[in-house]
Nanobody, 115 residues
Framework: QVQLVESGGGLVQAGGSLRLSCAAS????????MAWYRQAPGKERELVAT???????DYGDSVKGRFTISRDSAKNTVYLQMNSLKPEDTAVYYC?????????WGQGTQVTVFS
């Protein structure tokens, strides 16, 4: 059974930084692509970033140049470094394993950016 535990969210002033972590268990981490999504109140869930098994990354247009996704297979952990945060980045951020469909989601971590 896949388990994903996100951490690192919080309250931060615009222009600041946060690093989110997602610890994965119950799966072969190094054999799975990983992703981060976010969902703001009243909005649909939005893809933030993906990272392939080989480390190839891709980003949503709204975060390109500001966010960086990375993975550490020794720790079974995927990270999201978020810099130059804006109030519109406020959302619950979710870790995702695409292969596992509806079973591949964490509980989310809240990020709130104030101006």
């Amino acid at each position: 059974q896949v388990q994903l535990v996100e951490s690192g969210g919080g309250l931060v002033q615009a222009g600041g930084s946060l690093r989110l972590s997602c610890a994965a268990s119950g799966m072969f981490f190094r054999l799975n692509a990983m992703a981060w999504y976010r969902q703001a109140p009243g909005k649909e869930r939005e893809l933030v970033a993906t990272i392939s098994i080989g480390g190839t990354t891709d980003y949503g247009d709204s975060v390109k140049g500001r966010f960086t996704i990375s993975r550490d297979s020794a720790k079974n952990t995927v990270y999201l470094q978020m810099n130059s945060l804006k109030p519109e980045d406020t959302a619950v951020y979710y870790c995702n394993v695409p292969r596992y469909g509806s079973n591949g989601w964490g509980q989310g971590t809240q990020v709130t950016v104030f101006s």
